[in-house]
């Protein structure tokens, strides 16, 4: 079954079915709830370029929305174990954090730290094996199936990181592509014009309006987000011709 499994992860077109095929394996290995987050491009400084946190799994929302706190996540990122949520919640100073998970018996946790797996990235998979599963049930769960799941969590994240993770809430047009990438080969915004037939006041434009849908302030940083997010470096300008490097 392990191998079917990481086939299935493996096989995913998209983080969405990567996401179905990891829960499946997770509920066969005794944990009924899961949740994996990670963040990826880590090492680009800028925070406004870094790509937004992923968050995927089978929690109820409620309980999905209060365990999202960056907190928990920067709290076991190199820490693989059974952890107590209020041990956690009180470590952070924030005890209402994890009140209405404790009452409903999600005390005990499994963590699987995904530090260092993937390049330029952290992550973390928390595991539970249901309401009112105790910390010595865990580890038995743990004790038979870890090894496994160690694996899988490891095979999932490397996928993750190949696929086309994130992009901009307004994607850009294919002309907006087309000058940024003149312009990051090195392209004046004169040249831009030359090349593509376009007065400079039009080139200027698709620079700016470029900036806007990317969320950045300057053409670098949109240079940078618009690679980040896959939309730039596609090898040929859309109208078909090389760049003039």
């Not at 493996?10 to 949740?35: H, M, P, R, W």
Request: proline content about 4%; overall charge positive.
């Amino acid at each position: 079954m392990l191998t079917e499994f990481i086939q299935n992860v493996v096989s995913a077109a998209s983080i969405g079915d990567a996401n179905i095929a990891f829960v499946e394996a997770s509920n066969f290995y005794g944990y009924k709830l899961v949740q994996y987050r990670a963040t990826f491009s880590t090492d680009i400084p800028v925070p406004s370029l870094r790509e937004a946190p992923i968050v995927i799994g089978n929690l109820p929302k409620k309980m999905h929305a209060e365990l999202i706190a960056p907190e928990l996540i920067d709290r076991t990122i190199r820490t693989t174990g059974v952890i107590s949520a209020s041990a956690v919640a009180e470590e952070l100073g924030k005890p209402a954090l994890f009140e209405r998970m404790i009452s409903q018996g999600f005390d005990a946790v499994q963590v699987i730290s995904l530090h260092g797996t993937a390049l330029n990235s952290c992550g973390v998979v928390l595991l539970w094996g249901g309401s009112h599963t105790s910390a010595a049930r865990l580890r038995e769960i743990w004790d038979r199936n870890g090894a496994a799941m160690r694996l899988l969590s490891a095979v999932m994240h490397m996928r993750i990181a190949t696929l086309s993770r994130s992009t901009p809430e307004r994607n850009l047009t294919p002309r907006q592509r087309e000058v940024l990438l003149w312009r990051s080969l090195g392209k004046t915004i004169s040249e831009i014009s030359i090349i593509l037939g376009i007065t400079v006041a039009t080139v200027e434009k698709h620079l700016r309006l470029a900036r806007e849908n990317l969320g950045v302030e300057t053409t670098p940083q949109a240079v940078l987000k618009a690679h980040v997010t896959q939309q730039l470096f596609n090898g040929v300008p859309d109208d078909g011709k090389r760049p003039l490097i």
